[in-house]
């Protein structure tokens, strides 16, 4: 579509409503708190929220990802920047007066030889957005995730048939327990689509990529699906969508209910496929 700045922020809102509604991800009464990591789709996400009225709270988490590169403290100044211009309240969580160590200084103390914190890194930050929404009185939990990046993922898990995750994916996951409901407002937005209402709307953010993010398997998996998307324009929107409504209908039989037993970590009492700790509790436990 060729839209002016003012009918691009109109149909963005109307979409982003739209999506709010299709999914039922917001109730009268919840109290959202938004992930915002100094990036264009979890402030424009931030932005867009309020522009629909909804109250909504941020979260930065300071994961201590600077050696070489200053990104988490770059990324923190991008989001108290923003906050600040705006009047909103923001958060901050820091990983290192919590527990003792950075993000990857749990990652090289745990994976001794690796070089790749990412999944350490997505652990923490998961475990720790929750445990902040839970403690604070907020029982949602809204990401900027975009299409590009569902797609990615569901390209990943269609790879190896990760029916833990394929059951897991989808744009609302329930609350339950300790677990807010996690919101994705943005998923049937292209990434370009994000970049483009950021940049219209004046949204200043760090556009470095975290050091480590080089030569995932997550970017490769982009690439691939941009290099499908020129030869098909809109097939990315249509494989992810296809996989939501079959999921929606049964005709995929992998639910999310039947993936969780009701079990909970002993320690921090959020609900974990193991018996005893949760993989986050494992992760900190020499540091209690």
Same mark, same amino acid.
């Given at each position: 579509? *060729? ?14 409503? %739209? ?8 109730? &009268?009464?919840?109290?959202? =708190?938004? *992930? ?5 789709? %979890? ?23 600077? *050696? ?12 108290? @920047? ?11 969580? /820091? ?15 745990? /994976? ?28 949602? =939990? ?110 995929? @039989? ?6 969780? &037993?009701? @079990? ?25």
């Amino acid at each position: 579509m *060729a839209l002016c700045k003012d009918h691009f922020n109109e149909w963005f809102l109307q979409h982003t409503a %739209s999506t709010i509604k299709k999914f039922r991800m917001v109730n &009268e009464g919840d109290r959202i =708190l938004a *992930a915002v990591s100094g990036g264009k789709d %979890s402030l424009g996400l931030w932005d867009a929220l309020t522009r629909l009225g909804y109250a909504v709270e941020g979260l930065s988490i300071q994961l201590g990802i600077d *050696a070489g590169s200053q990104y988490s403290t770059l990324s923190m100044e991008f989001t108290r @920047k923003f906050a600040l211009a705006r009047g909103l309240i923001l958060h901050e969580l /820091h990983i290192l007066q919590e527990y003792n160590e950075t993000v990857p200084e749990m990652f090289v103390r745990s /994976h001794p030889g690796d070089n790749k914190p990412c999944s350490t890194c997505g652990l923490v930050k998961r475990h720790e957005l929750n445990r902040y929404a839970h403690e604070n009185g907020f029982n949602v =939990l809204a990401t900027g995730h975009n299409l590009d990046d569902e797609a990615a993922v569901l390209f990943s898990n269609n790879l190896t048939w990760n029916t833990d995750q394929l059951g897991r994916q989808f744009p609302v996951m329930e609350e339950r327990g300790k677990f807010a409901r996690r919101v994705k407002p943005f998923v049937q937005f292209y990434e370009r689509e994000t970049t483009a209402y950021a940049l219209l709307n004046g949204i200043e953010y760090i556009e470095d990529e975290c050091p480590f993010s080089s030569g995932s398997r997550t970017n490769h998996y982009k690439s691939i699906l941009n290099e499908l998307e020129n030869d098909q324009p809109g097939l990315k929107y249509q494989y992810f969508q296809s996989f939501i409504e079959r999921k929606k209908t049964g005709l995929l @039989k992998i639910s999310e209910s039947q993936l969780y &037993e009701e @079990k909970f970590c002993k320690q921090c009492g959020q609900p974990t496929s193991s018996a005893d700790l949760c993989a986050f509790c494992r992760l900190v436990k020499p540091q209690n």
